[in-house]
Every structure is written in structure tokens, then in C-alpha cells.
């Protein structure tokens, strides 16, 4: 995702706005590879305040992300704002360990891909949901609780609770004759 910053780099002050749309490659989140559905949009306005260019804008993705309860594979709509500062001059705007905007330098081009990249990630559910009533994957035999019932029993005990499993049931008068 590239940026002409070229006539921008001088002329301090003023602003351009810009729409994109390409195809990124896939995401890994951990160890998972989540494919973009389409392009990624994006809205943008970069402004030129004499040491740094700050762009500003929007993001809009779809991505094909598997429900952490039910394994199925469901398409996310990714929204997010975007913000990042890139310096035209070294070291303006470095805080005390030395980290800042990212250099330009003699470049005329802003390449945003990595960091449009890593905000959608950032703006990802840790847990997606294909839906907010999804039920899940029984875990005794393994069915989709969404698409079938089973005969399963929700009722197994850990061995280590039984016994204050008997202590509840006995205050509740369920282990009295």
C-alpha cells in the first residue's frame, strides 16, 4: 500500500486524502493463517506538519476466521481506525529509548502495508465468535451443538469435586431419602 508523498514532502501544512484498495496477503495469528476475503479498504488523510507526516484514517477488511467454539469458518468484517506518525526528519519526535516515527528519508513513497497489516491484527477478537449464541462443540462426542442435538450428559463430575459435589447435593436435601 503505497503513498506518492512526493509534492506533499514540500509543502508543509497541507494535507491530501487518499483511498486504497489492495489485496494483503493472509494473517498468521498464532500459528493460524487467516485469509483477507477481499481487498482492504482504506481511507486516509496525510498531513505535513513541517517534521512529520501524520496519516490518519480508516480501515474496513474481510476476513475468513474459525469460531473458537465450534471450529466452522465464518467471515469477520474488520473495522479499525488507523494512526501513524513518519518522520521527514531523523530523530524528530523520539522519545527516551530512542523509538518514534518511522524514518522517510529521501524516499518519495509511504509503504503502509506492514502497519495496516498489524493494525487490522490488533483490532481482531482473541476469542472470534461466529455468533454470540453459538453453542459449540459437545465435548464428550465432539458434535456441533449448533447443527445437531446429542445424548450426551452435561453432568459428569470431576472425580477430585465428588465429594462436594455430595456435601451440595446433601444441603439441598437432593441425598436425603
Known sequence: ????????????????????????PALDLAGEVEAFLSPVKVQLSV????????????????????????????TYLVRTMFEEEFSLVRGVGANSEGEGP???????????????SESLLL?????????PECQGLCPHCGRNRNETLCDCRDDATDPRMAVLKRLLDKDSGEGEV
Do not use: W
Open 1 to 24: 500500500m503505497r503513498i506518492n508523498i512526493s509534492q506533499l514532502k514540500k509543502s508543509p501544512g497541507s494535507t491530501v486524502h487518499v483511498q486504497l484498495e489492495e489485496q494483503l
Open 47 to 74: 498531513s505535513n506538519t513541517g517534521d512529520l507526516l501524520l496519516v490518519k484514517g480508516f480501515l474496513e477488511a474481510d476476513l475468513e476466521l474459525k469460531c473458537s467454539l465450534c471450529l466452522v469458518p465464518f
Open 102 to 116: 518511522h524514518f522517510v528519508g529521501d524516499k518519495d513513497y509511504l509503504d503502509l502495508g506492514e502497519q495496516v
Open 123 to 131: 483490532s481482531m477478537p482473541m476469542k472470534p465468535v461466529c455468533q
